[in-house]
T-cell receptor, first 115, second 114 residues
Framework: AQKVTQAQTEISVVEKEDVTLDCVYETRDTTYYLFWYKQPPSGELVFLIRRNSFDEQNEISGRYSWNFQKSTSSFNFTITASQVVDSAVYFCALSGIQGAQKLVFGQGTRLTINP | ETGVTQSPTHLIKTRGQQVTLRCSSQSGHNTVSWYQQALGQGPQFIFQYYREEENGRGNFPPRFSGLQFPNYSSELNVNALELDDSALYLC?????????????FGSGTRLTVV
């Protein structure tokens, strides 16, 4: 069975601080996708990144960066110089590559950036 | 290109009633998935439709059913509503096999069962 764990339920930081959201996953699949989504108060899930399991290269997109470590089954997300607009619930998710490719989500981390 | 739209945005139903939620997928996407998100939880996979056929189902009872139409829009039907069905229902469309494959989610329908 697949499982995603986001141990941090809530994080609160002051604007301009760096913050890292942790994600640990379990799967028996040898190939899979990992995702991060942002959920603002409006409710929709905003796609941030997809990572293939065979590509362990870390990625940076502006203030966002992702650290994928297959050896520890982790896919952590760092926001550098956080801004108030980053406040949201963030979800890490896992899917297989074959078949229905359903997303298995973690419980989410509520991030609050205080001015 | 248009995104995923869901209707209605909010709904209040009485226990035992039936409800139909609707989703228009992103242009060109042929796969639609439905998720249930209880308050404070991550979304849970209900089922997925690919080219009008159910393509996978999560751990939900048969009173949760769906349809996908030739234009790839979709419906989620829930019969005999229970209080625990109160949740945000999210629809996601996708186009598997593409380089930038990812799911595009709608804003959801918030269902309250009283």
């Amino acid at each position: 069975a697949q499982k995603v764990t986001q141990a941090q339920t809530e994080i609160s930081v002051v604007e301009k601080e760096d913050v890292t959201l942790d994600c640990v996953y379990e799967t028996r699949d040898t190939t899979y996708y990992l995702f991060w989504y942002k959920q603002p108060p409006s409710g929709e899930l905003v796609f941030l990144i997809r990572r293939n399991s065979f590509d362990e290269q870390n990625e940076i997109s502006g203030r966002y960066s992702w650290n994928f470590q297959k050896s520890t089954s982790s896919f952590n997300f760092t926001i550098t110089a956080s801004q108030v607009v980053d406040s949201a619930v963030y979800f890490c998710a896992l899917s297989g590559i074959q078949g229905a490719q359903k997303l298995v989500f973690g419980q989410g981390t509520r991030l609050t950036i205080n001015p | 290109e248009t995104g995923v739209t869901q209707s209605p945005t909010h709904l209040i139903k009485t226990r035992g009633q039936q409800v139909t939620l609707r989703c228009s997928s992103q242009s060109g996407h042929n796969t639609v998935s439905w998720y249930q998100q209880a308050l404070g939880q991550g979304p849970q996979f209900i089922f997925q439709y690919y080219r009008e056929e159910e393509n996978g189902r999560g751990n939900f009872p048969p009173r949760f059913s769906g349809l996908q139409f030739p234009n790839y829009s979709s419906e989620l039907n829930v019969n005999a509503l229970e209080l625990d069905d109160s949740a945000l229902y999210l629809c996601a469309s996708s186009l598997p096999g593409t380089t930038n494959y990812g799911y595009t989610f709608g804003s959801g329908t918030r269902l309250t069962v009283v």
